[in-house]
């Protein structure tokens, strides 16, 4: 089939295979990375002889460029053509990689990964745009499927993949891994990719300067905050409390001179499509429950259960080919005209339902075999809800506006995750602390029952050869453990509850827009 428009960007036969792979390959590479590095953390704290705050840096610098880079892709490609963009993002992002493998202390590490994180900000969105606009119309729901299976599949491939690599070999192997898929991808690109005709560039007294300073406050600070505010006590901590001050007014100020400025940054009146509008808040929705699911179940199957970090990993696997299968009928179902909202309905159904499985089935002594089919669930749920959001937000874009679209969509997605996280890791510290003081409240040391259980402890320790004293206070430190041991499991009982909670209370919503899709 020949193509009519030499303007048009719509690819076919061999170059759009060849487009697919390389845009799915960098958004993969993108978000793997920005969960490999979990698993490996304590080896990179002991190999660099860095503190437990120090080396969390190593997520938080990769997660605040992602967030600054994100919204400024469609005008960086305008800039420089979008093959060029795209191409050099990945460029940098391979050299980064392997500088981060090579780096002698533990701020050069957090330095390179702030690079990493400008040119792996670029891949995810860039990579969509790509995709999107080398598909017709009439198939950018199978487009949106296939980007997709890297966007879902990425977090959950993060984690078995370092555990592997830091079991195996070495930390530096995480980031060594990224060297020959980048080069490959960055000569794909240079051949294949096509630039879309943007029109003049603009002069640098024209680049609105400002706005991107005040972009970087925003995004930055409140991705610090996100990340840092529980292990700093949120508001008690100074440096919070700033930068909440400083989000806060760079947010007011950056939405100002967005709407003032001839040659804004990012176009925020892309936004008053409505498609576009609720994409982005369901984006959101959809960023918080991926990333928040995907952070929560290795915590818990490391912590309770005493998983090794590959097994924990491995167990969402299924879940994302679960993902991967539902795609492309996904993206069929669409062009066969199945209304969007009730799939997206559907899907924050099938969540609510994975969230209240797993409220039911977590124990001290929970197996694989009781998470797999609520994860199952999941991977249909996020199916689900993927493409029909994706399609949603960008179907009524034309032009440039699909790239600016994009960048929204991407960017709420992430801050999204960054939310839910942080929100988890609060809950978890607090909910933890109130069922310990609730527990223990009911161990009355009078109790029959109490001095039984503290009884029988204690016999089968002496059997063992401990003293009476020795034995007496293991006796009731195992009781401590068990106390803290069964409040964990609460807490992540009370977590998926609400959870399941905030998908189903976005049902009515989703289907109050459906005239509108």
């Not at 993969?28 to 704290?45: C, S």
């Not at 191409?87 to 330095?111: D, K, M, Q, R, Y």
């Not at 969509?128 to 990425?154: C, F, L, W």
């Not at 176009?267 to 699911?293: A, Q």
Request: overall charge positive.
């Amino acid at each position: 089939m020949v193509q009519q428009d030499p303007d048009s960007l719509v690819e076919y036969g061999f170059r759009r295979i060849i487009i697919t792979i390389t845009a799915v390959l960098c958004a993969l590479l993108e978000i793997v990375d920005t969960t490999i590095v979990n698993v490996a953390l304590n080896n990179m704290r002991g190999s660099l002889g860095a503190t437990l705050t120090d080396v969390a840096w190593v997520i938080t610098a990769y997660a605040i460029a992602n967030v600054i880079i994100i919204p400024m892709t469609s005008w960086l490609s305008q800039q420089f053509g979008r093959r060029n963009y795209f191409a050099t993002s990945i460029i940098i992002f391979t050299i980064a990689s392997f500088l981060c493998g090579n780096a002698t202390n533990i701020w050069e590490l957090v330095f390179f990964r702030f690079i990493q994180g400008l040119g792996g900000g670029a891949l995810l969105v860039t990579a969509q745009t790509i995709i999107t606009e080398s598909y017709p119309v009439a198939k950018r729901g199978m487009a949106q499927a296939i980007y997709g299976m890297g966007v879902i599949v990425g977090p959950t491939l993060g984690p078995p993949l370092g555990g592997y690599f830091v079991d195996h070999f070495s930390w530096p192997y995480i980031f060594y891994i990224n060297i020959p898929i980048g080069i490959i991808a960055a000569f794909l690109t240079l051949t294949y990719v096509r630039s879309p005709k943007f029109g003049e560039k603009l002069k640098a007294s024209q680049v609105d300067w400002w706005g991107i300073a005040l972009l970087a406050g925003f995004v930055g600070s409140l991705q610090y905050v996100l990340e840092h505010g529980q292990q700093d006590d949120w508001f008690n901590d100074r440096i919070i409390k700033i930068l909440t001050l400083v989000s806060s007014v760079s947010f007011v100020l950056f939405i100002w001179r967005e709407l003032n400025y001839k040659h804004p940054i990012v176009n925020l009146r892309v936004l008053k499509n409505t498609n576009l509008r609720v994409g982005v808040i369901m984006s959101f929705v959809l960023g918080f429950g991926l990333y928040s699911s995907t952070f929560i179940i290795p915590i818990y199957t490391q912590s309770i259960l005493c998983w090794s970090a590959l097994n924990a990993g491995l167990i969402l696997i299924p879940s994302s080919i679960t993902t991967g299968f539902m795609m492309p009928m996904i993206g069929k179902l669409i062009q066969r005209g199945v209304p969007r909202a009730y799939m997206v309905a559907a899907g924050f159904l099938a969540f609510f339902i994975f969230s209240f499985w797993m409220h039911n089935v977590l124990t001290p002594d929970t197996g694989s075999e009781h998470i797999f089919w609520p994860l199952i669930l999941r991977g249909i749920g996020l199916g689900l809800l993927f493409v029909p959001i994706t399609t949603l937000s960008l179907s009524t874009l034309k032009g440039r506006e699909i790239g600016e679209g994009a960048a929204f969509t991407g960017m709420m997605r992430q801050l999204g995750g960054s939310f839910g996280i942080a929100i988890i890791t609060t809950l978890i510290a607090r909910l933890n602390q109130v069922h310990r003081v609730n527990l223990i409240s009911h161990l009355d040391s009078t109790s029959y029952a109490v001095q039984q259980r503290v009884t029988q402890l204690q016999q089968g320790l002496m059997s063992k050869g401990y003293s009476f004293n020795e034995s007496l206070n293991k006796a009731y430190k195992i009781l401590e453990f068990n106390v803290m041991k069964q409040s964990s499991v609460l807490t992540y009982i009370d977590i998926f509850n609400y959870l399941g909670l905030l998908f189903l209370f976005c049902i009515p919503f989703v289907l109050l827009i459906k005239k509108r899709n």
